[in-house]
C-alpha cells in the first residue's frame, strides 16, 4: 500500500461535524492503546477563550478513560481564584475547551532539511471544565491526581485539604489519538527510515 494510500487527503470539515485524521496510518483507535497514551502523559495544555481572549495553559492532571464509552475525565486542582477559575465561573460552570498531551517525542534526523520529523504518541480533544462543588467528588478528582502525579494511588485527604484547593474536571465530549513511532533502524531494501 503506498504512502497516499494511508491518507485522507480529501476530507473537509463540515459545520457542526468533525473531519477524520487526514495521517490515517497514524491514527490510534484501539481503546487500550490510547489508554496507554494518556497513562505516558504527565502534562495537558488546556485551551480556552474567556473576556481576555483565547489562552493555553499546561496543566498537572489526574485522570478516568473510559476506552469502551471512549470518554475521558480529567482532574485538576487550582487556587480559589485565578483566570482559570473566573472563565470556568463566568460560563455558568461549562467552560468550552480543548486540551492536548504528548509523550515519548523524538526528533528523527532525516538525509535533507526536509526529511526531519518527530516521533511521537499524542492526544488531542474538546470537552466541558467545570468546578467540582461536592466533597467526596473533589476528593476522588484530587486522588486522582495524586495516582497519576506521585505515583501514589491511596493518598488520603482530610476536608480540610480538599478545601483548600478548588478541584475542577475537564469531560471530554470527543478525543482522538494519534502515533508515529520512531522508525526501526536497520537496513531493509527499498525503505526509507527517514520518515
Known sequence: ?????KRRDG????????????????????ADAIGAIIAGCDIVDM????AEGLTVVPLNFGYEYDGDAARLTLWMHSAARGRK?????AAGNRLPVAFTMRTDCEVLEGRTACNWGEAFKSI????VASIVDD????RHGLQLL??????????????????AVTVWKVESDR????????PVRGHTPGTDVSR
Request: charge should be negative; proline fraction near 3%; glycine fraction near 8%.
Open 1 to 5: 500500500m503506498g504512502e497516499h494510500a
Open 47 to 50: 485551551a480556552y477563550a474567556d
Open 11 to 30: 476530507e473537509r470539515t463540515v459545520a457542526g461535524g468533525h473531519r477524520m485524521m487526514r495521517r490515517a496510518d497514524r491514527e490510534v483507535t484501539d
Open 124 to 127: 488531542v480533544g474538546t470537552g
Open 135 to 138: 466533597l467526596d467528588e473533589a
Open 146 to 163: 495524586m495516582a497519576h502525579q506521585a505515583h501514589m494511588p491511596h493518598v488520603e485527604f482530610t476536608d480540610a485539604q480538599v478545601r
Open 175 to 182: 478525543i482522538t489519538a494519534k502515533s508515529h513511532p520512531r
Open 85 to 89: 477559575i473566573d472563565a470556568i465561573r
